[in-house]
């Protein structure tokens, strides 16, 4: 009985552990329209994000993070977001759509623009 226990223990750890690990994909139903991917943006203006989105189940709103910090909460599905201008270099930007409890659920896509 102990060593069935450990057995199922153990592999419920390991699959945590695992679907832990899976990086959030693309979603087709997350799309940063303008700028595109790659694309060049002045350093000196302020960055105007065009989106749209269609969220999926238990998804409500939708926010927006430079380089992994939080930029801005998206409360219309689809619309424009003005970011403060970025210093010169590279970097990304992501939408990720979050639950009413403002917790990620999978659903996002996101670009890098590169500013000089």
Do not use: W
């Not at 153990?10 to 990086?23: D, H």
């Not at 060049?40 to 238990?58: A, L, R």
């Amino acid at each position: 009985m102990r060593t069935k226990f450990i057995r199922t223990s153990s592999t419920l750890l390991t699959l945590s552990i695992a679907l832990c690990a899976i990086p959030a994909l693309a979603d087709d139903n997350v799309k940063i329209t303008s700028p595109a991917d790659g694309g060049k943006v002045k350093s000196s203006e302020p960055v105007n994000i065009i989106y749209d989105i269609t969220p999926g189940p238990g998804g409500d709103h939708a926010h927006i993070y430079v380089n992994d910090k939080e930029a801005g909460i998206l409360r219309k599905l689809k619309s424009s977001f003005s970011l403060d201008p970025l210093p010169a270099g590279t970097h990304s930007v992501c939408v990720k759509v979050v639950n009413r409890g403002h917790a990620p659920i999978g659903q996002e896509s996101c670009i890098k623009v590169i500013s000089g």
